[in-house]
């Protein structure tokens, strides 16, 4: 699949760095976007589950919701960490991707971005019974689905209640893959 993005689409950038993108591979001709100063993250919640050496702690992570993230506005694409676009899953948010770095290993570019509102849905949880209802009525990728509503679903051929539920449930919880 191919995504165009027109040249008045405006990139945003919220995260808080400096991304630099691959526009030629001779010279290595980079274009920079600036941070705008607003950085979208995910919460978290962190609790020590244990010491190594009796000192050094280990934590258990959970995630939380996003914050920072604008709602969507036409003609702006919002540039954030794979994180965050993982768990955003809209069609207006992208993270780098195809990492470029020095000698030393340091992240000096990307070569482009990661849409992940666009993967498959069978990288989603569901069943594969599931996945094949949804491909049989032309659904493919997560935007698609999430561009349906509950009226939608249930007028799907071969897609019934208990269906619509998991596929809610995998929405909801933001179990993308």
């Given at each position: 699949m191919t995504i165009k993005i027109n040249i008045t689409t405006k990139l945003i950038n919220l995260t808080p760095h400096t991304i630099n993108v691959l526009i030629s591979n001779e010279g290595g001709l980079f274009v920079e976007i600036p941070p705008s100063g607003v950085v979208a993250r995910i919460s978290t919640k962190e609790r020590i589950v244990g010491l190594i050496n009796g000192q050094h702690p280990i934590f258990s992570t959970e995630f939380g919701d996003i914050e920072g993230l604008p709602d969507p506005t036409a003609g702006e694409i919002y540039i954030v960490?794979?994180?965050?676009?993982?768990?955003?899953?809209?069609?207006?948010?992208?993270?780098?991707?195809?990492?470029?770095?020095?000698?030393?290993?340091?992240?000096?570019?990307?070569k482009g971005f990661n849409a992940p509102c666009f993967q498959p849905?069978?990288?989603?949880?569901?069943?594969?019974?599931?996945?094949?209802?949804?491909?049989?009525n032309g659904i493919h990728t997560?935007?698609?689905?999430?561009?349906?509503s509950a009226?939608?679903?249930?007028?799907?051929?071969?897609?019934?209640?208990?269906?619509?539920?998991?596929?809610?449930?995998?929405?909801?919880?933001?179990?993308h893959g």
């Amino acid at each position: 699949m191919t995504i165009k993005i027109n040249i008045t689409t405006k990139l945003i950038n919220l995260t808080p760095h400096t991304i630099n993108v691959l526009i030629s591979n001779e010279g290595g001709l980079f274009v920079e976007i600036p941070p705008s100063g607003v950085v979208a993250r995910i919460s978290t919640k962190e609790r020590i589950v244990g010491l190594i050496n009796g000192q050094h702690p280990i934590f258990s992570t959970e995630f939380g919701d996003i914050e920072g993230l604008p709602d969507p506005t036409a003609g702006e694409i919002y540039i954030v960490s794979g994180l965050v676009a993982s768990k955003a899953m809209r069609s207006d948010v992208i993270s780098p991707a195809g990492m470029l770095r020095d000698e030393k290993g340091r992240v000096i570019g990307c070569k482009g971005f990661n849409a992940p509102c666009f993967q498959p849905i069978r990288d989603l949880d569901l069943s594969l019974r599931i996945i094949k209802k949804l491909n049989d009525n032309g659904i493919h990728t997560v935007s698609q689905l999430q561009a349906c509503s509950a009226e939608d679903l249930e007028d799907l051929h071969r897609v019934g209640k208990k269906s619509i539920k998991e596929i809610k449930e995998i929405l909801d919880g933001d179990n993308h893959g």
